[in-house]
T-cell receptor, first 114, second 111 residues
């Protein structure tokens, strides 16, 4: 049983297209996150949601829009994809948004923009 | 300058060696510290989680935090080829309520 699962694992698309990545966690956690990992392995937070409400928006362009239909799901929609969006996107979850809660990660979605 | 700095490596050691992985951080708001292991094409996996200065041991792994010098270490005893991965340290920023990662150190353990 995968605790945090993301789909698709790989996404190859043209510049200018719109795409979505889905994330689901079966840990019963209240808080979910999206991270971006660049080619140098630097992992940086983009968004966090606690019980479907946005907590953190880390100055991410408006082309990125997260949506949380329920606390077990956090999807990421990206409009007008650019070359610089090529990266690995990780979803994560934690028990809640309390101080220093350990986060559990999915295996990532590898996005390549042609 | 990044808030959490790690030597990217790779760090190459023979099987059975004791490995020392290190991180420094600059933000005094960091209060909790974590070590994650990331295998190629996989997500980060939580290894160790510490709050206070001092040592925390879990099997072959020991995490050490020195808040006075803003220095974090992970020691791996009796290293195995299966330990070959990238190790990411992270600090919880209590000001901005987010986890801040280093860029990771790649470890290679040869049989």
């Amino acid at each position: 049983d995968t605790a945090v699962s993301q789909t698709p694992k790989y996404l190859v698309t043209q510049m200018g297209n719109d795409k979505s990545i889905k994330c689901e966690q079966n840990l019963g956690h209240d808080t979910m996150y999206w991270y971006k990992q660049d080619s140098k392995k630097f992992l940086k937070i983009m968004f966090s949601y606690n019980n479907k409400e946005l907590i953190i928006n880390e100055t991410v362009p408006n082309r990125f829009s997260p949506k949380s239909p329920d606390k077990a799901h956090l999807n990421l929609h990206i409009n007008s994809l650019e070359l610089g969006d090529s990266a690995v996107y990780f979803c994560a979850s934690s028990q809640d948004h309390g101080v220093g809660q350990p986060q559990h990660f999915g295996d990532g979605t590898r996005l390549s923009i042609l | 300058q990044k808030e959490v700095e790690q030597d990217p490596g790779p760090l190459s050691v023979p099987e059975g060696a004791i490995v020392s992985l290190n991180c420094t951080y600059s933000n005094s708001a960091f209060q909790y510290f974590m070590w994650y292991r990331q295998y190629s094409r996989k997500g980060p996996e939580l290894l160790m989680y510490t709050y206070s200065s001092g040592n925390k041991e879990d099997g072959r792994f020991t995490a050490q935090v020195d808040k006075s010098s803003k220095y974090i270490s992970l020691f791996i005893r009796d290293s195995q080829p299966s330990d070959s991965a990238t190790y990411l340290c992270a600090g919880w920023d209590t000001g901005f309520q987010k986890l801040v990662f280093g860029t990771g150190t790649r470890l290679l353990v040869s049989p």
